[in-house]
């Protein structure tokens, strides 16, 4: 005689097996992609986060086609890969939200500029934008700030004497400093403890991010929100970001400094009071969502831009002719006087070195994902509305079809024949569309600027004994070099 309990455990597996092929037939329009498994989807094919290579999403696309899904446990994301399909997946007005993951909802509240959609997205991104025009990103007035961090950083390479050191927290602290002055009108001490805070904060978030406790985050919130682990330890990280937000919103309000605006808290409360006039109730603006949009500059622009220079370092350290090729390019045209931005017009062998660091090693893993605003039809697949889409911007930096040795340093992918600087469509580093970075201008200005200043004043070599410095990326959601120590020798001595 066969048992209540077999005969249970066999309807049981029968119901299980239904559910899973009814699973499996509401999949079949998206695009193909790893086996999804019951709970862990096609993570298996990522390692589940722990010890991927920074090409393993990229190469997918090989076995996949340019357009697959990865299932996270029963969540679909799409991947788009090559030059091509991100750029059309970036600019289709259908895929123009960011995604809302349960993380990236508890992260952002739904509000400020990077994580928000509708018409909070559309407000705050206007006056983001307006505001950094308006205190000159791009121009003179920025371009002293930036300046002056410049020279902190050159003082702090001096003290080194051209002996070995890791130059990742001064990189650090100039890039942070800047976005501080930018918002809150002034920059930090570098030994203030709340300065301390804020940068071990936003490493912190990217340190959790992409790693196994965070994908579990994004399948099991429910589970996840009442465990503890570094997901929690990360979202207190964000609070910490969005409650020294709010505390400098508090000293400019007891300043009333907005007659005069000299910063983005300015700008913002003084649209905050026109908008009061207005009594327009659909209004967003409101120091939450300033708040918030300010902790989006610190995460969007302090690990991304200080990456890319600790980058930069590394590879122009292994590359001494292309520092000299550099320097006699700033020699030429200027003689002994330093150079600002609108230099960097008639600099196009360095305008090329800048763009190929940030081709050749992307600070990020993939870029920023997107969702879907409604049913997409896209070479015959169907990707409904909410999905996440993820526009895989390194596979873009990286494809083999646009660039002539996509995986060497080679600045001729952005000069022609005759040495001329040529933009190249598949240079997709900030993204592309109204979602695309907004941060750009400065993050570029940032980079040129250091890089010609401090050329000038050192040469960067490996530490001695050291052939060539590492190469290899660490992984996360931003792919920084492993640890490392160079030297800056003093040009003329
Ligand atoms: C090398 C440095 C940087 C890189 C590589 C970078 C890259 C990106 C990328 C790929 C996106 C998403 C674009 C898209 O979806 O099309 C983005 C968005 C964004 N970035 Fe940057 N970024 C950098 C620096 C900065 C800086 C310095 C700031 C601000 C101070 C900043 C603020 C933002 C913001 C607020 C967004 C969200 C825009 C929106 O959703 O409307 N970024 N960035």
Request: glycine share 8%; with cysteine; hydrophobic share 40%.
């Amino acid at each position: 005689m066969v048992g209540i309990p077999v005969i249970l455990g066999a309807l049981l597996g029968i119901l299980h097996l239904l559910y899973y092929l009814r699973q499996l037939w509401s999949r079949r329009l998206y695009p193909p992609g790893p086996f999804a498994f019951p709970v862990v989807g096609g993570l298996w094919r990522v390692k589940f986060g722990i010890n991927a290579n920074h090409k393993t999403l990229i190469k997918m696309a090989d076995q996949y086609g340019d357009i697959y899904t990865l299932w996270a446990g029963h969540i679909p994301m799409v991947f788009m890969n090559g030059v091509e399909a991100v750029k059309e997946g970036l600019t289709m007005e259908e895929f123009s939200d960011r995604l809302q993951s349960p993380f990236i909802k508890t992260l952002s509240r739904e509000m400020g500029i990077g994580f928000s959609n509708g018409l909070i997205w559309k407000q705050q991104r206007r006056i983001g934008q307006a505001t950094m025009r308006k205190l000159g990103v791009g121009k003179k007035s920025v371009e002293a700030q930036i300046e002056a961090e410049v020279q902190q950083l050159i003082e702090v390479f001096s003290r080194k004497k051209g002996e070995p050191f890791d130059p990742a927290l001064a990189t650090t602290n100039l890039v942070c400093n800047v976005i501080c002055a930018l918002t809150f009108g002034h920059r930090f001490p570098l030994e203030d403890g709340r300065f301390r805070e804020l940068i071990d904060a936003i490493e912190y978030i990217f340190k959790v991010g992409g790693t196994p406790f965070h994908i579990l985050y994004e399948v099991l919130p429910s589970v996840m929100d009442h465990l503890p682990g570094p997901h929690k330890k990360a979202l207190q990280a964000t609070e910490m970001v969005v409650s020294l937000a709010r505390e400098e919103i508090q000293r400019h309000k007891e300043q009333q400094s907005t007659h005069e605006p000299q910063d983005f808290i300015d700008f913002y409360l003084l649209e905050m009071e026109k908008e009061k006039t207005k009594h327009d109730p659909t209004s967003t603006y409101d120091e939450e969502n300033l708040a918030q949009s300010i902790h989006d500059f610190f995460i969007g622009g302090t690990e991304t831009s200080a990456t890319t220079m600790k980058w930069t370092f590394i590879l122009l350290a292994n590359r001494p002719e292309v520092q000299d090729k550099i320097v006699k390019e700033i020699e030429n045209l200027l003689g002994d006087a330093s150079t600002c931005y609108e230099d960097i017009r008639k600099m196009p062998f360095t305008n090329a070195v800048l763009h190929e660091i940030q081709r050749y090693r992307y600070s990020m893993l993939m870029g920023v994902g997107r969702q879907a605003t409604k049913d997409v039809k896209i070479k015959g697949y169907t990707i409904p509305k909410g999905t996440f889409v993820m526009p895989n911007l390194r596979s873009a930096l990286l494809d083999p079809n646009h660039w002539k040795t996509p995986d060497e340093f080679n600045p001729d992918h952005f000069l022609d024949k005759d040495g001329n600087f040529v933009p190249k469509d598949g240079f997709l580093a900030f993204g592309a569309g109204t979602r695309s970075c907004l941060g750009k201008d400065l993050a570029r200005m940032e980079l040129f600027l250091v890089v010609t200043h401090l050329l000038r004043e050192f040469r960067f070599k490996p530490p001695p004994g050291v052939q060539k410095l590492d190469e290899e990326p660490s992984m996360g959601l931003t792919l920084p070099p492993k640890h490392y120590k160079m030297c800056a020798v003093p040009r003329y001595s």
